[in-house]
């Protein structure tokens, strides 16, 4: 087996009670890497079309990769993917902190988890061995909580423990698993898929050692890495701010929605509030430094809320996108109440950004008179107010009146109230990511067309549009090269366990530096591009499997500038996503109206040979 | 002329301490404000301000929008959040 790996695959399925180790293909691993590599061609190969994604035919995946958990840096993250219950098409969401990295040490690249058990259940994963066991006295119980009482119980005070709160128990399609307290693979409803598996949590702990190939060559790589942090300002701020430093800037610059993706930051929000939200301000609360496995930065912090209106013994700094979906796009600049929200997310389990977006939907349909203060539970939802975001989030979080609709996201408000679809701002359905595609637009073709829609961690020209020199970023010509490749490099970074924040690194072809030091498998450029479109060929064919085309993906017309704003950094700018749409599709030889590749493009990537079988019956 | 400068976030790492005013030549640029605010020093990667926005009086501007007297220039770099 290739180094890095553990070379062992864990499938329980919970109707049966039954758990089967498998030894990982070789080459499975050297064609899809990891995460969500990995996962789409098991999920493809073993999940039925049409499987309900609350049902127990739904296949749960947390999926580590190569670098997970190894002395390389950045190398903490694992995936967690299922079809889901938000999009009915396929779902991955990555997170950090320590969870994969123990996973590992305990033995196993990935879990795989099928069925439904009759009642609350938890993994117990310990070095190789594992155990189905009772978790009633768990359900209920929100993530910090449930970690703590695993540790206790187990006497293991260095447990790992991902676990579904309230949230996800009540099959919120908000919810998300959390891993250590405040980490989550947050997005696209994994957590009510949890949840409908009766799965409260799965505990890991292990003491084996993860194999390199080549460990000088990992120290001699995280070196340069360590000297080109310490000469940049940017990467430095991430370090004692961490993800947060750009938030007051963002809400600025044009780069953070604001006002449910309406408003224009420099005029409608402020520079005194974004300061308000800014790393800087709130981290008068920081206790201390928190790094996630092996990183060099350590975007996390712990904070303790001394006094005020929601005091806290032990939260989290917010991250970036928290503070941004519960700060501008509410125009709230009261950081006490973006601070709680946080913690009421983390403990019940619910993705930070669905939740701010659908509270923003809510304010703005209660501004224009579409929802009524009765309707909302007396809340006086005014954009800004910050005592009404957080009860509006506590009932979100406990499903109580107006909250047991807001639960399950805007769009599904929006139809179980019958009004304010033209609010909406969505992509195919979840919330919008805290990035906007108005000033980097490549993000409105990845928002709106990759596999997994509505991410902010998914691949294309976007990112690099809206932090990078490029003049003529609003040239629609000729982007289909760029973007494809942009994509199939994010796709490698994230399958082989990396986090984004890589790119602070400044380390250009870092992950095919550390995927050939920890594996051993040479690893190019070229390669990476080629993987990497094979695993976006695969994510694409699950969903085509599932029988959607390019037009049922969407996009909410505000994030490409229709109508565009009149003013401030992002004033005129409209996107033509079908041009960007057009051009990635052809790029990739997929048909643009039914979006199937062609048999010779397959072909030449190779290791999809189920895809080949489906779409051209050979 | 005098220019109002407002250096926001992390872009104030890059540029003299304590600036509120600067003093510019007529027909001055942003590329001219920049030059004569930057704190240059040999191991310095000053490549994020290559990237930084600009608004004068709060309107979209370029490294070679002209400036005017009493303008107020914000000078932010883009940070990818997470």
């Not at chain 1, 910090?144 to 260095?158: G, H, I, Q, S, V």
């Not at chain 1, 709106?448 to 990078?468: M, N, S, W």
């Amino acid at each position: 087996m290739l180094a890095g790996y553990t070379g062992k695959i864990l499938f329980v399925n919970l109707t049966e009670m039954s758990v089967t180790v498998q030894d990982l293909d070789e080459d499975l691993a050297r064609n899809f890497i990891g995460g969500y590599g990995i996962g789409a061609k098991i999920l493809y190969e073993m999940m039925p079309v049409g499987a309900d994604p609350l049902g127990p035919e739904n296949i749960l995946g947390f999926i580590t990769g190569p670098c997970t958990g190894t002395r390389a840096f950045f190398g903490a993250r694992y995936t967690l993917v299922h079809k889901s219950p938000v999009t009915g098409g396929w779902n991955d969401a990555n997170s950090g902190g320590y969870f994969g990295p123990e996973l590992k040490k305990a033995g196993f690249d990935a879990v795989f988890i099928s069925g439904k058990a009759e009642k609350p259940v938890y993994l117990l994963i310990m070095d190789g061995k594992v155990q189905i066991k009772e978790a009633t006295h768990l359900w209920g119980k929100d993530t910090k909580e449930t970690w703590e009482l695993l540790k206790t119980e187990l006497n293991l005070p260095k447990l790992r423990v991902v676990a579904i709160g309230p949230a996800g128990e009540k099959l919120s399609l908000m919810s998300c698993p959390i891993n250590d307290g405040h980490r989550a693979p947050g997005r696209g409803g994994g957590g009510a898929v949890m949840g409908s598996k009766n799965l409260k949590a799965i505990a890991v702990y292990g003491t084996g050692k993860i194999t390199m190939a080549d460990p000088e060559k990992v120290t001699e790589i995280n070196k340069q890495i360590a000297a080109n942090i310490k000469k940049n300002p940017g990467a430095q701020a991430f370090g004692t701010l961490g993800t947060g430093s750009g938030t007051a800037v963002s809400a600025l610059n044009g780069d953070s929605p604001v006002k449910n993706w309406a408003g224009v930051g420099i005029i409608d929000y402020g520079e005194e509030a974004a300061e308000k939200l800014g790393a800087a301000s709130l981290d008068v609360h920081k206790v201390k430094k928190y790094a996630c496995f092996n990183c060099p930065l350590g975007c996390g912090a712990e904070y303790k809320v001394k006094s005020g209106r929601w005091p806290l013994e032990a939260t989290e700094r917010p991250e970036y996108e928290t503070s941004c979906s519960f700060g501008a796009l509410l125009l709230n600049s009261e950081a006490d109440a973006v601070l709680m929200c946080n913690e009421i997310c983390n403990r019940y389990g619910l993705d930070t950004i669905s939740t701010g977006a659908t509270i923003a939907w809510a304010m703005e349909c209660y501004s224009k008179g579409i929802l009524a203060r009765e309707e909302l539970d007396g809340i006086d939802l005014t954009w800004g107010n910050g005592e009404a975001i957080v009860a509006i989030t506590q009932k979100i979080a406990d499903q109580e009146g107006c909250g047991a609709v807001l639960a399950h996201g805007s769009a599904y408000a929006a139809k179980v109230w019958g009004k304010g679809e033209e609010f909406l701002q969505t992509a195919s359905g979840i919330e919008l990511p805290m990035h906007d595609p108005r000033l980097g637009p490549g993000l409105a073709r990845t928002y709106q067309y990759d596999p997994t829609p509505g991410r902010h961690v998914k691949g294309g020209i976007g990112l690099a549009q809206a932090f990078g020199a490029f003049p003529d970023k609003y040239n629609y010509s000729n982007t289909g090269p760029m973007d494809v490749a942009a994509t199939a490099s994010q796709e490698v970074e994230n399958c082989a366990g990396f986090c984004t924040f890589m790119m602070n690194g400044g380390v250009m072809d870092a992950k095919e530096q550390y995927l050939a030091a920890v594996t051993g498998m040479p690893f190019s450029q070229e390669e990476t591009l080629k993987t990497g479109k094979r695993i976006l060929n695969m994510r694409h064919a699950f969903n085509l499997r599932e029988g959607f085309k390019p037009s049922d993906f969407t996009i909410s017309l505000r994030a490409v500038g229709k109508p565009p704003l009149t003013a401030g950094p992002l004033k005129d700018v409209e996107i033509d996503v079908e041009q960007l749409a057009e051009n990635f599709f052809t790029h990739m030889d997929w048909d643009t109206e039914t979006g199937k590749p062609s048999l010779e493009s397959l072909q030449e990537l190779g290791g999809l040979e189920e895809v080949i079988r489906d779409l051209y019956g050979k | 002329m005098l220019i109002k400068v407002k250096p926001l976030g992390v872009a104030k790492a890059y540029l003299k301490k304590d600036l509120e005013t600067v003093e510019l030549p007529e027909g001055a640029k942003i590329k001219d404000l920049l030059d004569s605010i930057i704190i240059t020093a040999d191991n310095a990667d000053l490549s994020l301000l290559d990237v930084a926005t600009f608004l004068v009086n709060k309107e979209p501007a370029q490294r070679e929008t002209g400036l005017q007297d009493g303008d107020e220039v914000i000078i932010m770099l883009r940070l990818v959040g997470g």
